[in-house]
């Protein structure tokens, strides 16, 4: 197993000669990971995660999520950013996007406090009437505003249903080993906890406890999962060599791409099943790279729907963008276009071809289309939507990018800007130390 990469449709826009000149200092970056000496080198926890995790909080998940399977229909997440979108990416790759609503032997698994919207809130506590719920808290700092707004709903639920004992029970909470207003509030209330481990950020953690217990509880291999990674780590981790390791590659071309002004990186995916890892991707990239005035700015597409709406733009729009292809090889399932005696609709060309070899020749179109258009096209190509995949491309996409952001200059670790919104929000919502601000901005306001 391996993430491929193929540089057909890319290598008419970078020569050889300009991923020549960029490789020494993919090798320098690449040192940094390997040697800790880069920025933000306190938060390599995930680069040798795969092989190094706790593994008796390894058992102790897959135990939990079996007790959970038996005593509940809804198993609600909550948790923004890093704390669930791998989470969510993952179930919806290797299950569906409609698990949900598939039949099954697991309880259904909802997403929330990932915003502030009253409606999708009341929708969720609508879905959980009469039903049995246990609720999965994810926050490393136990601070953040949604989750901890949504959780005191849900805490408040399941008291009401439960009784305070027993809802006890049903809290599960991912966070801290040691610090912040969630682990101090599980302490207090008994609930069983997680960890999220100091050396390992949000947006790297859905090999922690913050991805393997929601995909425990939904039937997911975890360990299979964790072998992918492990397996891509070996490949990838300790070769140096830029001409044969596509991580490196894609981080390289990434750069030299960027470097010539293809700001804008588009991951395409023919799958639906993949729009929530392009999510994942997005925000793994954007929050790595986005800093000190730099970096590639992440959008994502699921073709061929999007070549439907974005596809206008991308076709002959400003050519600043590039794409990046994550091909899928093998579809999950298979769907055979039927036969029509009286071929009313024209289409009996394709009877008997499978829907997958259709959606193949519709990449491979539009690579042609996109390379005529003037925008590169690297393919990265990955086996299927297995556990072991998902692992493995998890490790591949954040290997390049930490590479990539020390290419860039920047420490691909922290997400300073990420604060200028909360401390402004919660200078307006009135917490107690934020007095100032807010008058502040209350003056800027009028
Ligand atoms: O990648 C990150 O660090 C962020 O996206 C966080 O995951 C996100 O802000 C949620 O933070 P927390 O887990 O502390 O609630």
Redesign the pocket.
């Known amino acids: 197993m391996a993430v491929k990469i193929s540089e057909k449709f890319v290598s008419g826009f970078v020569p050889a000669s300009e991923i020549g000149k960029i490789t020494p200092e993919i090798e320098a970056a690449h040192q940094k990971v390997l040697d800790k000496s880069g920025e933000g080198a306190d938060f390599l926890g995930w680069r040798d995660l795969p092989v190094d995790y706790d593994r008796n909080e390894f058992e102790r998940i897959i135990a939990t999520a079996e007790r959970i399977k038996k005593s509940c229909d809804v198993f609600v997440v909550i948790?923004?950013?890093?704390?669930y979108?791998g989470a969510r990416a993952a179930l919806e790759f290797i299950k569906s996007p409609s698990y949900n609503s598939l039949k099954k032997d697991t309880p259904d698994v909802y997403f929330t406090g990932n915003s502030i919207s009253s409606s999708a809130l009341a929708d969720l506590l609508a879905i959980c009437e009469g039903r049995d719920v246990c609720v999965n808290v994810?926050?490393?700092?136990?601070?953040?505003t949604?989750?901890a707004v949504a959780f005191r709903i849900f805490r408040d639920l399941l008291v009401e249903k439960y009784g305070k004992e027993e809802a006890a029970k049903r809290i599960f909470a991912t966070?801290d080993k040691a610090r912040?207003a969630l682990k101090g509030l599980s302490d207090r209330m008994g609930y069983e906890t997680f960890v999220?481990p100091d050396d390992i950020?949000?947006?790297?953690?859905v090999l922690t406890a913050v991805g393997l217990l929601p995909l425990a509880v939904a039937g997911i291999d975890v360990r299979a999962m964790m072998k992918g990674a492990e397996t891509a780590r070996e490949e990838l981790l300790f070769n140096r060599d830029v001409a044969t390791n596509a991580c490196l590659r894609y981080a390289a071309y990434r750069n030299a791409l960027y470097r010539d002004g293809k700001v804008t990186e588009i991951l395409v995916s023919y799958e639906p099943a993949a729009q929530m890892f392009c999510e994942w991707w997005k925000?793994l990239y954007g929050?790595s790279e986005g800093k000190d005035g730099r970096g590639l700015l992440p959008d994502s597409v699921i073709f061929s729907t999007d070549l439907h709406s974005l596809g206008q733009y991308i076709q002959e729009g400003l050519r600043n963008i590039f794409e990046t292809v994550l091909k899928i090889n093998r579809s999950s399932d298979t769907v055979v276009i039927p036969n029509d005696p009286e071929n009313v609709d024209g289409l009996n060309f394709l009877a008997g071809r499978e829907l997958s070899w259709v959606n193949d020749n519709a990449m491979t179109a539009t690579l042609f289309a996109h390379n005529d258009g003037g925008v590169p096209n690297v393919v990265l190509e990955v086996e299927d939507r297995s556990e072991a995949s998902f692992g493995y491309l998890v490790y591949f996409f954040e290997l390049a990018c930490a590479v990539s952001g020390y290419t860039l200059g920047v420490n691909p670790f922290n997400?300073p800007g990420?604060e200028a919104y909360k401390k402004n929000m919660f200078a307006l919502l009135g917490k107690p130390g934020y007095e100032d601000m807010r008058e502040k901005l209350e003056a800027r306001m009028k």
Not at 201 to 205: A, C, L, V
């Open positions: 948790g923004i950013g890093g704390s979108l994810v926050s490393k700092s136990g601070t953040t949604e989750p966070t912040g999220i950020g949000g947006r790297y953690s925000q929050e997400q990420v």
